[in-house]
């Protein structure tokens, strides 16, 4: 039997209005995907943009132009830069009448669409309950992810998607008597920008008291009380610094300005989110900048690098065949000219990652590999942990590192710190002492005891042993 071309197209037509029914009816019924689909589209697009925040590969493109106005950049970057409000509940003794709240005020700036926001740790403070404002006057609650002393910078998280948000720049390219603009909230004045140029870059102003990371951009851009936290950009709308200081004998801007780098603030920020806390490279040396008689009696042609003064027994930079008077000149191929400069571009680097050092010793000029390691002289990601929890119970805590847990043959977390007369303090805990069960529960991390605590209320028993004396210790506290 012969069918004809019309039954044929009849039935070509018949099969596939057929298969796209089949098709609708199982996608809208069966098995609807368009939700699943638009999830699935905004966590790649939150991979995606992640992937551009943090990585190098885009560098190049982020030198600023010179300016013919600055309304550009303005406009990509007040809708990214927030208020931040942080309050403290100061309880001062026992009563109805005792509690009373301090507070923090400042600036932050929305580094991701899904609402993470890095600001200055001073601006958070100690404080429990974080408000953050946007620029369209939309108010959210803030967690704190982790802070840096060290370093000063914060890392926040908002809930919400498709926020403003600004691209992270490098600071490494930015160059002196380049145009920036300043965005914040001074003095309370929402969404405030000023402009200035970069005025120099590596500076120290020791408000740190020698215990961080000083390598500022110095600007005259004015900045204010309240700028705190907020964004330096330059002339594209990249984010290249964070603002953070003025000097000033009156407590208002006097000419300049200082911002933690971008390329040292990335580094922090990415700490924060995957430990929690900042993982820090160490060498194991002490440093002093070089003067000219320095030089001079080196017989260098230039007043540059920094001078090593002493160096740690078995610390990174002994395990590399550095000895006290070597001058180390480059970093990984680039030239150091002081120690503010060696020390943020050192920060930038975790325990066990390997950095070329190229030093002068005597006549010579030398290179070798350090591979550096954290504050316990070992390579593993190892750090203490402040985490408000932490702080309200009056505690620092820290993983065992490797060393340590192959000793006691067991996981466990070091008690570093105990605060006078605070809730755990009064249970007569030392430091040195090993956690290892909470509530009967084994606990092996810093950040399941964290999340322990976080997540429940009432009576606490912790349990575990101090290296030097037999048996198990318990110790009791409560959490309100």
Known sequence: MVLNIKTVLWMCALCLTSAFASVYIYASWVNPVKKIYIEESIKAKQAMEQELLFSDRFNSVFRAAVPNNFTSAASISVPAVVHIKSYENTKTG????TESFTSNSGSGVIISSDGYIVTNNHVVGSGSDIDVILNDNKEYKAKLIGGDPYTDLALLKIEGNNLPFLMLGNSDSLQVGEWVIAVGNPFKLQSTVTAGIVSAKGRNINILENRGIESFIQTDAAVN???????????NGFLIGINTAIISSTGGYEGFSFAIPINLAKKIITDIKEFGVVQRGWMGVELQNMDNSMANQMNMKSVTGVYITSVVKNGAASDGGLINGDVILQLNGEEIANVPQFMERLAQFRPGDKVSITYKRGSLVKTTNVTLKNQ???????????DPILRKLGLEIRDLDSFEKTKYKIDGIMVISIEKGSI????????????????EQNIKTSKELINYFEQ??????IEGFYENYPGVYPYTFEIK
């Open 225 to 235: 009380p309240g700028n705190s936290g907020g964004a330096l950009v330059n002339t």
């Open 456 to 461: 429940n209320k009432g009576k606490v028993v």
């Open 424 to 439: 755990v303090g009064n249970t007569n805990i030392e430091p040195g002492f090993i956690i290892t069960k909470v509530n």
């Open 376 to 386: 316990l002289n070992s390579t593993d990601l190892v750090a203490v942990r402040r």
């Open 94 to 97: 026992s009563g109805m009448f």
